[in-house]
């Protein structure tokens, strides 16, 4: 399947119909992250990250289960799951 997010020079392209529910997808641009995901209900949630640290390392990522990880370090170390 191919990925349903693409950054381009314009804009990030979505293609919700190709995407698995609850399953997180990335992309970067302009030095932002772009996280995407489709919930149970079919609706489309995006959030944004701007963190030069963590834009970084997700950039140099080579797959999503890396940025999984990458994204999960972060909100540990942060204490956001509280």
Do not use: T, W
């Amino acid at each position: 399947m191919d990925y349903p997010i693409v950054a381009e020079s314009e804009g990030v392209k979505i293609n919700p119909e190709k995407m698995e529910i609850d399953k997180l997808y990335h992309c970067v641009f302009k030095d932002k992250v772009l996280l995407f995901f489709k919930d149970q209900n079919d609706m489309l949630n995006c959030y944004e990250i701007d963190e030069k640290e963590l834009v970084d390392s997700i950039k140099q990522s080579v797959s999503p289960d890396e940025v999984e990880r990458i994204l999960q370090k972060f909100i540990e170390k942060e204490n956001l799951n509280h």
